[in-house]
């Protein structure tokens, strides 16, 4: 049952991934009546803000828009950067509303920021430990290895479940500052709405999926030991 839902949610990621993208083709076209770019979006949302210490750069590559708060960056990718349109609009107001948490002390943001370093570190380890801990439980028994490995799993998935209230409150600081100052017009605000809707639905299956993986993982152990009963 966990394979098949874990089948049906990997589909629903990739209907999710083709629909993000296009609507950020759709929307990618649509230029905003003010003819701002998302560069000057960002710069304004942050001194709206009260935000002064953080810069807007440009970053390579589709949809590699994201906030730094080691260095403290808004990177907008080649799409967004320059361009005057509604996707432009929604991502760069987005990543700023990460900038915003940051500099308001947003609990889960500050959370995300403190599991970094260990969720590197069992991202690292954990295919390896899996690995290992499922061929020593089916060739002696043991399940200290595996019962590591699953641990290291769950904090990827705590991980990826931490991220949502993160994604979805910058989303929402994002279109509700575009509304309030007026930056795009009603029709415009829809497909910046719409994107970001998208956007946050694939957090919203990689956190199903890695529950669903946990989950499968977590009877294999179960299932040795009834064996061993």
């Known amino acids: 049952m966990v394979i ?6 990997f589909i629903i990621s990739m209907i999710v991934q083709v629909q993000l993208k296009t609507k950020f083709e759709k929307y990618s076209k649509t230029r905003l009546s003010n003819g701002m770019s998302g560069k000057e979006i960002a710069e304004k949302m942050l001194r709206d803000n009260g935000i002064t210490d953080v810069n807007v750069i440009s970053t390579p590559g589709m949809l590699t828009d994201h906030y730094n708060p080691v260095n403290k960056t808004v990177n907008l990718s080649e799409g967004v950067y320059n361009r005057r349109s509604t996707a432009a609009a929604a991502v760069a107001a987005h990543e700023c509303g990460h900038a915003v948490q940051h500099a308001v002390g ?4 500050q959370l995300r920021s403190k599991l970094v370093p260990i969720v590197s570190i069992s991202t690292n380890l954990l295919q390896w430990v899996l690995l290992a ?30 991220t949502l209230p993160v994604e979805y409150d910058a989303s929402n600081r994002a279109l509700q500052w575009l509304e309030n100052n007026h930056i795009v017009e009603p029709s415009e605000h829809d497909e910046c709405k719409d994107a970001l809707k998208w956007a946050a639905r694939t957090y919203l299956v990689s956190a199903l999926g890695s529950l669903a993986q946990l989950i499968y993982f977590i009877m294999i152990l179960l299932g040795n030991n009834r064996r061993n009963d």
């Open 4 to 9: 098949l839902i874990s089948g049906i949610i």
């Open 133 to 162: 801990g499922i061929s020593i439980m089916a060739f002696s028994g043991n399940i200290l290895v595996l019962g590591i490995g699953i641990m290291l799993f769950a904090i990827t998935t705590l991980f990826a479940f931490v």
């Open 106 to 109: 947003y609990s889960m943001l």
